[in-house]
């Protein structure tokens, strides 16, 4: 049978494949645009500042406060500081995980002091162990059974030293992962027969359908389907998105984001399950991230955009970055009893 499409002569098939590699960049500008115009459209609108704290809130804590650099006086300090919030859980790294899943108590000598002196200072306020690792066949590898093994073992040693639950956050988590959802099965039988907390920080949700997919393209950066976000939510108490590291330009845009990311998992995420967003209270300069794009005050305006119908809570991270500024929009815009 006679080829009734030849082969294009070679010139022809050469200048073919640059316009295909050469219109890639095109095609991603393309791409880029219209979901940066989207957030922008979804970041408009007037911002409900009656939606404010219901008392769910969260903020993560650097090593120093179980290791021994913190004081009794740090304490008092913290306590102020978070005097008329509604954050009631610290994530307090307790961590890291070893590559090998172990968990080295050595690295934590004040933990028990620290929890002690929490619950004395700021009464309902919960601390809970801050865990993880990154995840790599060279790293922590959570299809190895013996690792899996050795990040339960952890697990009993922080509840057994009076944590109030336990909070992993494992980078990068892709979606779909089999062994991070059978981790978390098993630590939530451990957390719920002691009467603790299993919280998890999670990556982005598809904010957009499929946006998954183009996330998954680049090695270091995550983002879950709403399939994947669903299963994880059956098997933990809370859930605290990331919702950062955007590389969006424009505080509108990261706001729109925000509200998608709140839209999305609140259509997802059990109402039995307490619903925290991330906000980037850290000032470091990134590639994926701009310090003037991404702020408390948009984080805050996304969630009160999606005026939620039940109680959602804010995360701030870190506590060694954030900046009175960073207060200051946490305290104006979201704390409770405010105008």
């Given at each position: 049978?006679?080829?009734e499409?030849?082969?294009?002569?070679?010139?022809?098939?050469?200048?073919?494949?640059?316009?295909?590699?050469?219109?890639?960049?095109?095609?991603?500008l393309?791409i880029?645009?219209g979901?940066?115009?989207?957030?922008?459209?979804?970041?408009?609108?007037?911002?409900?500042r009656?939606?404010?704290?219901t008392?769910?809130?969260?903020?993560w804590?650097?090593?120093?406060?179980?290791?021994?650099?913190?004081?009794?006086?740090?304490?008092?300090?913290?306590?102020?500081q978070?005097?008329?919030?509604?954050?009631?859980?610290?994530?307090?790294?307790?961590?890291?995980?070893?590559?090998?899943?172990?968990?080295?108590?050595?690295?934590?000598?004040?933990?028990?002091?620290?929890?002690?002196?929490?619950?004395?200072?700021?009464?309902g306020v919960?601390v809970?162990?801050?865990l993880?690792?990154?995840?790599g066949?060279?790293?922590?590898?959570?299809?190895s059974?013996?690792?899996?093994?050795?990040?339960?073992?952890?697990?009993?040693?922080?509840?057994?030293?009076?944590?109030?639950?336990?909070?992993?956050?494992?980078?990068?988590?892709?979606d779909?992962n089999?062994?991070?959802?059978r981790?978390?099965?098993?630590?939530?039988?451990?957390?719920?027969?002691?009467?603790?907390?299993?919280?998890?920080?999670?990556?982005?949700?598809?904010?957009?359908?499929?946006?998954?997919l183009?996330?998954?393209?680049?090695?270091?950066?995550?983002?879950?389907?709403?399939?994947?976000?669903?299963?994880?939510?059956?098997?933990?108490?809370q859930?605290?998105?990331?919702?950062y590291?955007?590389?969006l330009?424009?505080?509108r845009?990261?706001?729109?984001?925000?509200?998608?990311?709140?839209?999305?998992?609140?259509?997802?995420?059990?109402?039995?399950?307490?619903?925290?967003?991330?906000?980037?209270?850290?000032?470091?300069?990134?590639?994926?991230?701009?310090?003037?794009?991404?702020?408390?005050?948009?984080?805050?305006?996304?969630v009160?955009?999606?005026?939620?119908?039940?109680?959602?809570?804010?995360?701030l991270?870190?506590?060694?970055?954030?900046?009175?500024?960073?207060?200051?929009?946490?305290?104006?815009d979201?704390?409770?009893?405010?105008?």
């Amino acid at each position: 049978m006679s080829d009734e499409n030849p082969a294009p002569p070679p010139k022809k098939r050469r200048r073919r494949v640059l316009w295909v590699v050469g219109g890639l960049p095109a095609v991603v500008l393309l791409i880029v645009t219209g979901t940066v115009g989207t957030f922008m459209a979804y970041g408009s609108g007037t911002i409900d500042r009656t939606v404010r704290s219901t008392g769910n809130d969260a903020y993560w804590l650097g090593h120093a406060w179980v290791d021994g650099r913190r004081t009794q006086a740090d304490v008092d300090a913290l306590a102020a500081q978070l005097e008329g919030t509604g954050i009631r859980d610290l994530y307090v790294h307790a961590g890291p995980y070893a590559d090998d899943g172990t968990l080295d108590a050595a690295k934590r000598p004040k933990a028990s002091w620290f929890i002690e002196a929490v619950h004395t200072a700021i009464p309902g306020v919960r601390v809970q162990a801050w865990l993880g690792n990154k995840l790599g066949d060279d790293r922590l590898d959570l299809s190895s059974e013996q690792s899996r093994a050795n990040v339960l073992a952890g697990v009993d040693s922080v509840l057994a030293g009076g944590f109030d639950g336990v909070h992993f956050d494992f980078e990068p988590s892709k979606d779909g992962n089999e062994d991070v959802l059978r981790v978390f099965e098993a630590t939530h039988a451990k957390t719920q027969a002691a009467g603790r907390l299993l919280s998890v920080a999670t990556p982005p949700v598809d904010p957009l359908p499929g946006a998954h997919l183009l996330a998954g393209l680049v090695p270091t950066q995550s983002q879950w389907s709403t399939g994947y976000l669903r299963r994880v939510a059956q098997t933990v108490d809370q859930i605290a998105i990331m919702s950062y590291d955007t590389a969006l330009p424009s505080e509108r845009a990261y706001r729109g984001y925000v509200r998608r990311q709140t839209e999305v998992a609140l259509d997802v995420v059990p109402p039995d399950v307490t619903l925290i967003i991330g906000a980037p209270a850290y000032h470091d300069r990134k590639l994926v991230r701009y310090d003037f794009a991404e702020t408390v005050a948009a984080a805050i305006g996304g969630v009160q955009l999606a005026r939620p119908d039940r109680p959602v809570g804010v995360a701030l991270y870190v506590d060694f970055d954030a900046t009175t500024g960073d207060w200051d929009a946490f305290r104006r815009d979201w704390s409770p009893g405010q105008p």
